[in-house]
């Protein structure tokens, strides 16, 4: 895994963005200041980006990651593998408020800018987890219309219980989808006995 380290959020996306388009990367990932933190890597923002391979393929990412970003350290053997394991099973659930936002790539920077959330965000893929310990049903809203500004959609993962009927745990889909949603639910669960309300439109 390459770690590289900024003091800024556009600067991490714009490097992350650079490997992206130039490696076939395992998994790339930039974390917030505070998910770097809890993630014991430092007061930043990071880049994470695994790559792997014959010794000759590793000596040519390492060299082309070094010079896209210059100063980047190297994290192989177990420590990669535990640091991918924490990456991977990061847990936010003492956190008030998470979701998980789903956008094109190219708009995941400013979606991270613009909702003032912790977050840990996949570059390629551009969905991120991002959390907030701000106790207010409101923060959804704001994170569902910076997704949708961006064509993409926001699910909210977790919710104290003392906000969890305010908040819309789902985008609401268009008319005609939502029709076919409810043909779809009627026809299967006509009994309406499977999770009644807990899916898109109270579904």
Same mark, same amino acid.
């Given at each position: ?15 992350? *963005?650079?490997?992206?388009? !130039?490696? +076939? ?13 809890? *993630? @014991? ?12 391979? $014959?010794?000759?393929?590793? !000596?040519?990412?390492?060299?082309? $990651?070094?010079?896209?970003?210059? &100063?980047?350290?190297?994290?192989? @053997? ?6 991918? #394991?924490?990456? =991977? ?10 979701? =998980? $936002?789903?956008?094109? +790539? ?5 979606? *991270? ?11 390629? &893929?551009?969905?991120? %987890? ?8 409101? #923060? ?5 219309? $910076? ?12 919710? +104290?219980?003392?906000? =969890? ?13 939502? !029709?076919? *949603?409810?043909?779809? %639910? &009627? ?8 999770? +009644?309300?807990?899916? #898109?439109?109270?579904?």
């Amino acid at each position: 895994i390459a770690r590289t380290s900024f003091a800024d959020l556009d600067a991490s996306f714009t490097a992350a *963005m650079a490997l992206h388009d !130039k490696l +076939p990367l395992i998994h790339l990932e930039v974390l917030s200041r505070r998910a770097s933190v809890a *993630m @014991g890597q430092g007061d930043c923002f990071v880049v994470l980006a695994g790559f792997g391979g $014959i010794q000759s393929e590793l !000596k040519h990412q390492r060299d082309l $990651i070094a010079q896209l970003l210059g &100063s980047t350290e190297v994290i192989d @053997g177990d420590r990669a593998r535990d640091l991918y #394991v924490a990456l =991977r099973d990061f847990d936010f659930s003492d956190s008030s408020i998470a979701a =998980r $936002i789903a956008v094109l +790539p190219a708009e995941l920077s400013r979606c *991270m800018r613009e909702s003032s959330a912790d977050f840990i965000a996949h570059v390629g &893929s551009g969905i991120a %987890k991002l959390w907030t310990e701000t106790v207010d049903a409101a #923060v959804t809203a704001r994170w569902r219309a $910076i997704a949708n500004s961006a064509r993409g959609h926001l699910r909210v993962l977790s919710a +104290p219980p003392s906000i =969890r009927l305010q908040i819309e745990l789902f985008d609401r889909p268009n008319p005609g989808a939502f !029709k076919l *949603m409810q043909r779809l %639910k &009627s026809t299967f669960d006509s009994a309406i006995i499977f999770n +009644p309300g807990s899916f #898109v439109g109270g579904l």
